[in-house]
């Protein structure tokens, strides 16, 4: 099949384009402001509205909750995450023409940045991480075992109220398990500062 002698170099300039979207002379500051423009999107997208401070006290907290007071929730999430992939994409585009030790010290300031503001952020849709915490500390608190009892008899306040799945027992691996045993026991728990079991 011939190729069309026309299109070919528009294609092929197109593809060079599509891998190189970013000149080597304007990479670090593409990488820049990618990294900023991505710290609004955490920020005023993801953490704002979902700020783990404001919403401590509402429990179980998730998307169809959210959706109540902001019909548009899903909406935002959805460009926001696509906003966050182009941003991504170019990112990694703009470090690969570079590769230097400037172009490596935004990416990891930036990715550390990224992860400890969104510490703050409320883990909506992600009960399991409470879970987690609450089979840790029925190990490393209470010294039973979580694949044969269920947390309802415990009372680890406060989170006992967060778990979403109170009367089964773990569905994850002995690893797991005693990787989140010492979380909990790294964080300091002890039966002198958590109820013991419910009579």
């Known amino acids: 099949m011939l190729a069309n002698p026309i299109l070919g170099p528009k294609i092929q300039y197109l593809r060079y384009r599509f891998q190189n979207p970013v000149a080597a002379r304007y990479a670090h500051a593409t990488l820049a402001v990618t990294a900023f423009l991505s710290a609004v999107v955490y920020t005023f997208v993801l953490l704002a509205p979902f700020n783990l401070l404001d919403l401590q006290h509402r429990r179980l907290f998730d998307l169809y909750r959210a959706s109540q007071s902001d019909p548009q929730v899903l909406l935002k999430l959805v460009a926001a995450l696509i906003a966050l992939g182009v941003l991504y994409w170019l990112a990694w585009r703009s470090a690969l023409r570079v590769r230097d030790q400037r172009a490596g010290w935004i990416v990891v300031g930036a990715a550390s940045g990224f992860g400890l503001a969104l510490l703050l952020m409320d883990p909506y849709d ?74």
């Open 126 to 199: 992600a009960a399991d991480i409470f879970d987690n915490i609450r089979h840790g500390r029925i190990i490393s608190v209470y010294g039973a075992n979580p694949f044969q009892a269920t947390p309802s008899p415990f009372k680890i306040a406060p989170l006992f109220g967060y778990t979403a799945w109170p009367y089964t027992v773990t569905a994850y691996g002995p690893v797991w398990e005693v990787l989140s045993a010492a979380g909990a026991r790294a964080a300091g728990g002890c039966r002198s500062t958590h109820p013991t079991r419910a009579p």
